[in-house]
């Protein structure tokens, strides 16, 4: 678990308003969820042989002797919501979601044990352009972030049913090549095969390659559904690489799935991964209901990121009010309130000490001008002016007068 200092902050700031943009351009409303659920809701809708419900959800009994987890994931807790407060039974729901989740993972570069996400999730829509539209966002973000390296994989895991069949002919494969395995492959065999297809292990990869295709054991209607997906990201113009290996490691996904990766991340390489999970509503006690979403790792989305220099400026203050001698401490909190009337992002110095190491910090602050209230000043009911950024002289300036004088010098400047 790890802190974000000011500086990476202003990064992930820029990113989640992007983000908040982005969503509210498709119709998207956010929720706020709990970070801690009773423990079955994940062990129901994630999987009880999953390696989250397994080895990695921070658990807990209360006081009350019940078993509660920090939230691995958002997707549960937002079905969960949608229940309990009949937003899912026939109706269209679009839902957003963001902050930290928990999983007790060993740490590594964009693997976290508090990490945070932010999640999408459309409910009431079961044909194959609501998977495409959600295709289409990601695409349109990674645009408006200005990042273009991000590779697509798609594959479909068809019905549970289809999966099922497909499950005994992998069983097969895999017990004829079981001295091949490795260990975490032959714990994976005996609770969940699939599993097997997302191992990362490179001895493993030849067995893997070899594995009988999932696509090629679709039901009719999945297979139709995936060719919709894939024609309306071919007409517009998403490139995507279809990887039948490609499995999820979370047990509620149907049909469609998708993951966004990036070579700049090295092992951990996916920022972003969703796809259908039409059952998971009713497997959790509400009424049927047809659902697909995704997840965005902001971790490693803001590895990616280069923040424009207009969003990391906004960071810093604009005028750094120094106040040189202790009588001008009360009148200089008094001029900085009216700046920051008149719209100006205002450092106010605090503290005493003398002029010159006061000047220090207003240049460190970032500043564009640094604002001095001495004695004279204070007599003349004006401040000093001085622009750090530059040469250019300094000025005085009536004090009613100041905010709109350094709007112009800020504007004539931008």
Sequence with gaps: MNDLLPGAVERWQHLEATVHRVLAAYGYREIRLP??????????????????????????EDRNHESLTLRPEGTAGCVRAGIENGLLHNQVQRLWYGGPMFRHERPQKGRYRQFHQIGVEAFGMEGPDVDAELILMNARL???????????????????????????????????RRDELDEDSRQRLAKNPLRVLDGKNPAMQEVIAGAPS??????????????????????????Y????????????????????????????????????????????GGKSAPAAGFALGLERLAELLSVPAAVAAEASPQVYLALPGSDAERPGLL?????????????????????????????????????LLGDEELAKHCVAVKDLRTDAPQHLVAQDAAADYLKQRLSASA
């Design 214 to 239: 999932l696509l090629d054991h679709l039901d009719e209607a999945s297979r139709r559904h995936f060719e919709g997906v894939r024609a309306t990201l071919d007409a517009a113009g998403v490139r």
């Design 35 to 60: 970070i801690v659920e009773k423990t079955e809701l994940f062990a129901r809708s994630i999987g009880t042989h999953t390696d989250i419900v397994e080895k990695e959800m921070y658990t807990f």
């Design 335 to 371: 001029l900085a309130e009216r700046l920051r009337d008149g719209g100006l992002r205002v450092e106010c110095h605090c503290g005493g000490g003398g002029l010159k190491a006061q000047l220090k910090r207003a240049d460190r602050s970032g500043a564009r001008f640094a604002l």
């Design 241 to 284: 690489a279809i990887n039948p290996r490609l499995v999820r490691g979370l047990d509620y996904y149907t049909r469609t799935v998708f993951e966004w990766t990036s070579e700049r991340l090295g092992a951990q390489s996916a920022v972003c991964a969703g796809g259908r999970y039409d059952g998971l509503v009713e497997q959790l």
């Design 142 to 176: 990674w645009r408006a972030l200005g990042i273009d390296e991000l590779v697509l994989q798609l594959n479909s895991l068809g019905t549970p049913q289809a999966r099922a069949a497909y499950r005994e002919q992998l069983v097969r494969y895999l017990e004829s």
